[in-house]
């Protein structure tokens, strides 16, 4: 039972150039979200998915888009990579119901977009 | 809209000290709160939930919905206490279980 997986863990960009983000999680949680951790911000939700098939907005998404055509794999995109997303990016899950539902969080993936 | 603020962004205790981490929130609604830890360059842990009412790692947090505050305790700080500490709420189902996290306080345990 590996949990949440995120693939890469760094990755260096260069202004314009694309890459996607995979997250993984084996726990057949329903939920599943992208944050991205910047110092002194703590940590801001990107996207979100609520099941297979379906994506929604947070709080910090444009110049982003996700995708979730699997249950287990939840794919951040960035079409055309800029300076302000240099930043680490988590991937977490949950299962809705049964009252308190934490997430559970990969390891992280660290971008530099230079 | 829900909001979380930690006011302190570092905080340094000496070993043996007792350690309290604020937090205040602000939600319409009934909030779930959580403390999420982060040691070192590793992912996000849970480390307390307001409804289990329990003490993980001698760490403490008692709601109080007068002051909207859920500030974590420990009193006797230790080393591998360092790290960085996020207060975190969840308008539970109504708000599709999302979290909004607070700037974090840096813990820094001396010897």
């Known amino acids: 039972n590996a949990g949440v997986t995120q693939t890469p863990k760094f990755r260096v960009l260069k202004t314009g150039q694309s890459m996607t983000l995979l997250c993984a999680q084996d726990?057949?949680?329903?939920?599943m979200y992208w944050y991205r951790q910047d110092p002194g911000m703590g940590l801001r939700l990107i996207h979100y998915?609520?099941?297979?098939?379906?994506?929604a907005k947070g709080e910090v998404p444009d110049g982003y888009n996700v995708s979730r055509l699997k249950k287990q794999n939840f794919l951040l995109g960035l079409e055309s990579a800029a300076p302000s997303q240099t930043s680490v990016y988590f991937c977490?899950?949950?299962?809705?119901?049964?009252?308190?539902?934490?997430?559970?969080f990969g390891n992280g993936t660290r971008l530099t977009v230079t | 809209a829900q909001r979380v603020t930690q006011p302190e962004k570092l905080l340094s205790v000496f070993k043996g000290a007792p350690v309290e981490l604020k937090c205040n929130y602000s939600?319409?609604?009934?909030?779930?709160l959580f403390w999420y830890v982060q040691y070192s360059r590793q992912r996000l842990q849970l480390l307390l939930r307001?409804?289990s009412r329990e003490s993980i790692k001698g760490f403490t947090a008692d709601l109080n919905k007068g002051e909207t505050s859920f500030h974590l305790k420990k009193p006797f700080a230790q080393e591998e206490d360092s790290a960085m500490y996020y207060c975190?709420?969840?308008?539970?189902?109504?708000?599709?279980?999302?979290?909004?996290f607070g700037a974090g306080t840096t813990v820094t345990v001396r010897a």
């Open positions: 977490a899950s949950t299962r809705p119901g049964q009252g308190v539902s934490p997430l559970h």
């Open positions: 998915s609520v099941g297979e098939g379906t994506t």
């Open positions: 975190a709420l969840s308008g539970g189902i109504n708000n599709d279980y999302k979290l909004s």
């Open positions: 726990m057949n949680h329903e939920y």
């Open positions: 307001h409804i």
């Open positions: 939600y319409s609604g009934s909030p779930e």
